[in-house]
């Protein structure tokens, strides 16, 4: 699903006016017929059926307008209760404002008296519809119609919001001051991402985008982002020839663990398996070897020379090198510790492995030392996969908490270093070398625990060892990942779930999304056919 900036929507509706001879009107007319379409199919099983509109003086008002009188002649019990003089409504809004009985209308243009005269009105409603304001709105609330989203977000009923829940910023999703509540968003032509980006998505409740004919020609050529649901996600999923064997689908080689972290080492290689990679080796130190032997019963185990320490160093180049000679991917980082010894052989790693390596945890640190290893390395495909505080060393400076700042950081980081990034956190963003951005829609916060980012490691290892362009399997291993998530929580609860939970589910999730319905068909892969890494000169 494609998402866009305010400012970028408010183009599309101005060019579709101007350049393709769109009335606004029937703009208009086509958003409030869509918006009331949901509302009635939502409260199809409802007994009462009522509803009160609180409607701006604008353009989200006059959505409103229409809303009302679709409902009107659905049999609804309707009222309209305007945040405004009746002669401060013009153009479009006021042509569907006259079309309305003026039994429906009330006009509320003083801070103060809506409380007073309208709330046992909007308490007994079976819908509260948000027309207030639209994705313009920059500054925060103030009086009236902040006034007005508390007593929605008061209301028992459900709370329907017009394009976006007034007082969540159309870009950045930040709350201006207060914000509605919505259990269901109505966005026209298409999404926002201060609909999607934390905390407006928490604000959004259901999405659901309509089409209020906007030439087609202007959505798919306007520049947006990626909005991964399983939608748009499940088509990236392959499925497998008959006469596949563990051979076609990749041997991942995973460099991780130390003492005290061999948890991390096991998990990464363990969602591997879990995610289709043909073949899995854990390459860990000596010390800790006996211990993922056990934990890890489908992967093998490479032990590496660490003189008893516990940890890697360069001494255990020799041997990494010659398991790189067989292996098609490689992931390096979980629990890989951050000793002197280990920052030093990571850095060289990064300057040696020609396959499409993954970095993670620890070795993200070690890469946040001196960042211009990137310069003199030899794969052209490396996926860095830092949280937040693993972002902030690699910029050498605090990460903004803004989601909306974030992507644009995480897509500056993505092009400056050839590279692929995964943000990780709520609503993960995926940015790409050529300047694409993808945003994750899956996962939930039960996922906020130790171990989950080792697992995420390990399926986009395994997607990439299967063949799978770096694009595709950033965005499939972290949706796919954040489904398995989702399923883990839907059986368990989210309180207590752990990353070993996933490893249960990680199949689920791709079965789901390969059977998906709706999906296109997919052509067999009857021949291992891997991306093309071609090393950078």
């Given at each position: 699903?494609?998402v866009?900036t305010?400012?970028?929507m408010?183009?599309?509706?101005r060019r ?57 002649d ?6 309209v ?7 401060e ?24 008296e ?8 909007l308490q ?18 103030r ?10 977000n ?10 976006i ?6 870009t950045?999703?930040r ?8 259990d269901?968003?109505?966005?026209f ?22 089409d ?8 798919s050529d306007?520049?947006?982002?990626d909005y991964?649901?399983?939608a748009?996600?499940a088509p ?25 972290a ?11 398996v ?5 073949l899995?080796?854990l ?20 032990p ?9 160093t ?23 510790g ?9 850095q060289?790693?990064v300057t ?8 993670d ?30 972002m902030a060393r690699?910029?050498?400076?605090p990460l ?5 700042v974030?992507?644009?950081v995480?897509?500056e980081?993505?092009?400056?270093h ?32 130790g ?7 390990g ?5 990439l060892a ?6 595709q399997?950033?965005?499939l291993?972290v ?5 398995a ?15 070993g ?37």
């Amino acid at each position: 699903m494609k998402v866009v900036t305010a400012h970028t929507m408010q183009e599309l509706d101005r060019r579709a006016i101007n350049e393709y001879g769109v009335p606004g009107r029937e703009l208009m007319e086509n958003a409030g017929r869509a918006c009331a379409a949901q509302i009635v199919a939502a409260c199809a099983d409802c007994r009462d059926k009522q509803a009160v509109i609180l409607a701006g003086k604008g353009n989200n008002g006059g959505d409103g307008y229409v809303i009302a009188r679709h409902l009107l002649d659905q049999g609804w019990q309707v009222g309209v209760i305007v945040l405004a003089r009746r002669r401060e409504i013009t153009g479009d809004a006021l042509t569907n404002l006259v079309l309305l009985p003026d039994a429906v209308l009330s006009f509320c243009p003083t801070e103060g008296e809506l409380a007073t005269k309208y709330r046992d009105e909007l308490q007994r409603a079976t819908v509260v519809v948000d027309a207030l304001l639209g994705t313009g709105l920059k500054d925060d609330l103030r009086g009236l119609y902040r006034e007005a989203v508390a007593l929605i977000n008061d209301t028992p009923g459900m709370v329907v919001a017009v394009d976006i829940p007034t007082g969540v910023h159309g870009t950045t999703g930040r709350i201006l001051g207060e914000a509605v509540q919505a259990d269901l968003t109505v966005s026209f032509g298409l999404a926002k991402l201060g609909q999607v980006l934390y905390p407006g998505a928490q604000q959004t409740g259901r999405l659901v985008v309509v089409d209020i004919g906007i030439p087609a020609p202007l959505l798919s050529d306007t520049d947006g982002y990626d909005y991964l649901d399983e939608a748009c996600v499940a088509p990236l999923v392959i499925p497998r020839a008959p006469e596949a064997h563990k051979g076609t689908f990749g041997h991942c080689l995973v460099i991780a663990g130390a003492v005290g972290a061999s948890g991390a080492a096991a998990l990464a290689a363990n969602s591997a398996v879990r995610a289709g990679a043909g073949l899995v080796t854990l390459a860990c130190p000596a010390t800790i070897n006996p211990i993922l032997e056990v934990k890890t019963t489908e992967a093998m185990t490479a032990p590496l020379p660490d003189a008893g320490a516990g940890y890697l160093t360069e001494t255990a180049l020799s041997l990494l090198e010659r398991l790189l000679a067989t292996r098609n991917t490689v992931a390096l980082g979980p629990g890989i510790g951050r000793h002197q010894e280990t920052v030093a052989l990571v850095q060289r790693l990064v300057t040696t492995v020609s396959q499409p390596l993954v970095i993670d945890a620890d070795a993200l640190n070690a890469l946040a030392e001196d960042l211009s290893v990137l310069q003199r390395r030899r794969s052209a495909v490396i996926v860095l996969t830092p949280h937040p505080g693993e972002m902030a060393r690699l910029l050498g400076t605090p990460l903004p908490d803004m989601a909306a700042v974030r992507i644009s950081v995480a897509q500056e980081f993505a092009r400056k270093h050839a590279l692929y990034l995964v943000l990780k956190g709520a609503h993960t963003i995926i940015a790409a070398p050529d300047g694409q951005v993808a945003i994750n829609g899956s996962g939930n916060p039960g996922m906020a625990s130790g171990g989950m980012g080792d697992l995420l490691t390990g399926v986009i290892t395994a997607l990439l060892a299967q063949g799978y362009h770096p694009w595709q399997a950033c965005r499939l291993g972290v949706f796919a990942h954040g489904l398995a998530g989702d399923l883990a929580a839907a059986e368990l609860g989210e309180i207590g779930l752990c990353a070993g939970d996933l490893l249960k589910t990680l199949p689920l999730a791709f079965n789901r999304l390969l059977h998906r319905a709706d999906a296109p068909r997919r052509t067999l892969r009857t021949i291992h056919q891997p991306y093309r890494n071609e090393v950078s000169p």
